[in-house]
């Protein structure tokens, strides 16, 4: 069985002068695993990942990466490998040359050398652009280089900050199944940052989703999307419609407004997604304020008396114009409960 708890994080306090960024953080990364930090910009992510690579000193609390404690290792001592969202390319060095460096700088040499550097390009796909400078490749290819770089290096760990984020929409899609497939073949333990959260539905075996440098929740990808325990999660996995519970009410400002159906206990808010709102029945109207073609689906903005809603169907039933009211409803069972909502 491999490692859970391969790389610990306890009580770790990361700040920036008198500024706490991360306090006391406890989490455990198994060996093996594809790991994403998911959260909005200013949440603590990046900072995480600075303190494993080693590129900023923890106030309090330790780093332990296979059993040993790395919490005062420089940088460049530790098995982690950074790949940056800029790439960080020498743009006056080769493909081969670029992958190469670090090795160089360890010492490694001859015929070592050539079979590592040669593996990792084989690993990435890029065996054939060796003599290329990265001016002459694309974002994506860019970015395996940077890939191949870290990886030569055996790292026991490999960081990404956004790897995907300098890349058009079609790249992002082929390299998140090239990351996935390096990822397994290879059995490093990743860790990406990603404010994303599509890319990390799609990549991780698990998500960490972070908010004011406190964890949220740590979940599977089904876990996080099919069931986030608070407003913050539901609202940032596209649970559009978000509602705080009070006495088995839908609390909408000053108003309080019945359902239909059984809540789960301890219930603190409810959170539908667009495709769950039932439109054109129900106890509830609005008013059309906007609509959009999505393909197979139409989306609807409403405002109602419990405020926006946004509500989706099929593309192929009549459309509600703008301006005309319809009813909808909400139904208890297709709603995800919450545990907690406003922090609570």
Known sequence: MSNTRFLSLEKLTLSYGKNVAVPE????????ELVALLGPSGCGKTTTMRAIA???????GTIRLD??????????????????????????LNVYENVAFGLRLMGVKGKDLEDRVNQGLKTVGLGKFTTRKPA??????????????????????????????????RLRLEMRTELQR?????????????????????????????????IEQIGTPEE????????????????????????????TGAQ???????????????????????????????????????????EYLLDTPLGQIKAECDATLPVHPFGSTVSFDLKVEKAAPLARFGGI
């Open 67 to 92: 059993g040993t404690d790395i919490t005062r290792t420089p940088a460049n001592k530790r098995p982690v490998g950074l790949v940056f969202q800029s790439y960080a390319l020498f743009p006056h």
């Open 256 to 298: 309080y407004v019945d359902l239909r159906g059984t809540v789960p206990p301890n219930t603190m808010g409810l959170a539908w997604r667009p495709g769950s709102i039932t439109l054109g029945t129900g106890p509830h109207q609005g008013q059309v304020r906007g609509t959009s073609f999505a393909g197979g689906t139409r």
């Open 224 to 251: 996080i999307y099919n069931n986030p325990v608070s407003d913050f999660v539901a609202d940032f996995v596209g649970f559009e419609n978000v509602f705080a519970l009070e006495n088995g009410m839908l609390k």
């Open 136 to 169: 002459e490749l694309s974002g994506g290819q860019q970015q395996r280089v940077s890939l191949a770089r870290s990886m030569v290096m055996e790292p026991k760990v490999l960081l990404l900050d956004e790897p995907l984020s300098n890349l058009d929409a």
């Open 182 to 214: 390096v990822q397994k073949e290879s059995g490093v333990t990743m860790i990406f940052v990603t404010h994303d959260q599509v890319e990390a539905l799609a990549m991780a075996d698990r998500i960490i989703v972070m908010k004011d440098g406190l």
């Open 54 to 60: 080693g590129l900023l000193s923890p106030s309090s």
């Open 25 to 32: 953080m406890d989490l455990d990364i198994g060996e093996g």
